[in-house]
T-cell receptor
Framework: DTGVSQDPRHKITKRGQNVTFRCDPISEHNRLYWYRQTLGQGPEFLTY????????KSRLLSDRFSAERPKGSFSTLEIQRTEQGDSAMYLC??????????FGNGTRLTVT | QKEVEQDPGPLSVPEGAIVSLNCTYS??????FMWYRQYSRKGPELLMY????GNKEDGRFTAQVDKSSKYISLFIRDSQPSDSATYLC?????????????FGKGTLLTVNP
């Protein structure tokens, strides 16, 4: 069990650019989640997949954000036309059904 | 009023002290309660996971849930410098929404050798 893996660990981008993050969940987990954490705050829920189906999206996830989990394994989170307010830690988590969430170490996004 | 309130600290204690961390909440539908530990520039690591009211012990850690008071606690006995981290409480409504965690802001703990 290598845990939840996220790539890259840190991304610096200029305002207006598109960025994509990848998450590899724990292999036996069919549920995958994205959360966002800003400085001094707890993580906030963004979206949730069960296998390849995206079952819920938070109102925090604007039209510039899109997440996919094409084969029910890894997931990607894309942010288009980044804004400075998008600067945050983007956390991926996975779980088995009914079990607690296990988080990765996140991708820290800095928008300049 | 936020759904989950947690004193951000910082909290500084000497090695060996008993640490008490707390959260209050307003949503009576919360049924699952968790404590996560987060080291600097790392993701949250699950420490304790409890359902409904009661106590749960795991080594030096004890989690308490009092649903009647909407209050949860984490106690750390014989604290060590390696316990220095931010501690996040989290909770969910359970059922079909048990994945949607609501977190407190986190309490920054420093254990001094």
């Amino acid at each position: 069990d290598t845990g939840v893996s996220q790539d890259p660990r840190h991304k610096i981008t200029k305002r207006g650019q598109n960025v994509t993050f990848r998450c590899d969940p724990i292999s036996e987990h069919n549920r995958l989640y994205w959360y966002r954490q800003t400085l001094g705050q707890g993580p906030e829920f963004l979206t949730y997949f069960q296998n390849e189906a995206q079952l819920e999206k938070s109102r925090l996830l604007s039209d510039r954000f899109s997440a996919e989990r094409p084969k029910g394994s890894f997931s990607t989170l894309e942010i288009q036309r980044t804004e400075q307010g998008d600067s945050a830690m983007y956390l991926c988590a996975s779980s088995a059904q009914g079990a607690p969430l296990h988080f990765g170490n996140g991708t820290r996004l800095t928008v300049t | 009023q936020k759904e989950v309130e947690q004193d951000p600290g910082p909290l500084s204690v000497p090695e060996g002290a008993i640490v008490s961390l707390n959260c209050t909440y307003s949503n009576s539908a919360f049924q699952y309660f968790m404590w996560y530990r987060q080291y600097s520039r790392k993701g949250p690591e699950l420490l304790m996971y409890t359902y409904s009211s009661g106590n749960k012990e795991d080594g030096r850690f004890t989690a308490q849930v009092d649903k009647s008071s909407k209050y949860i606690s984490l106690f750390i006995r014989d604290s060590q410098p390696s316990d220095s981290a931010t501690y996040l409480c989290a909770m969910s409504e359970g059922g079909g929404s048990n994945y949607k965690l609501t977190f407190g802001k986190g309490t920054l703990l420093t254990v001094n050798p």
